[in-house]
């Protein structure tokens, strides 16, 4: 069993910054990647960055050079730094984790997600 906790979701004004956490914790050999998507209401879900276990960062070309990704892998963590922020980036952020059992398996798991609000 993981658990994949989000935190730092919230309300922020237009051209404001905010940080998300995301933490995962169980039965974790190993973490491969970690990540976060968001979904609008109305849209689907989207990949906002994923980074590997050598941190190799990607990001969607809209988003490049104001989301930054980092990971702490000894907490097993995943941040994701949101600079000039957008009303447009309104969403849920979900962080997901694609990780290696101790049995050699590999699976993903969600977040149950962060709601992230930019007013204009």
């Known amino acids: 069993q993981v658990q994949v906790v989000e935190s730092g979701g919230g309300l922020v004004q237009a051209g404001g910054s905010l940080r998300l956490s995301c933490a995962a914790s169980?039965?974790?050999?190993?973490?491969?990647?970690m990540g976060w998507y968001r979904q609008a209401p109305g849209k689907q879900r989207e990949l906002v960055a994923i980074?590997?276990?050598?941190?190799?960062?990607n990001y969607a070309d809209s988003l490049k050079g104001r989301f930054t990704i980092s990971r702490d892998s000894a907490k097993n963590s995943v941040y994701l730094q949101m600079n000039s922020l957008k009303p447009e980036d309104t969403a849920v952020y979900y962080c997901?984790?694609?990780?290696?059992?101790?049995?050699?398996?590999?699976?993903?798991?969600w977040g149950q997600g962060t709601q992230v609000t930019v007013s204009s």
């Open positions: 169980g039965s974790i050999f190993s973490i491969n990647e």
């Open positions: 980074i590997t276990s050598g941190g190799s960062a």
């Open positions: 997901t984790v694609v990780y290696t059992t101790y049995g050699g398996s590999r699976w993903p798991s």
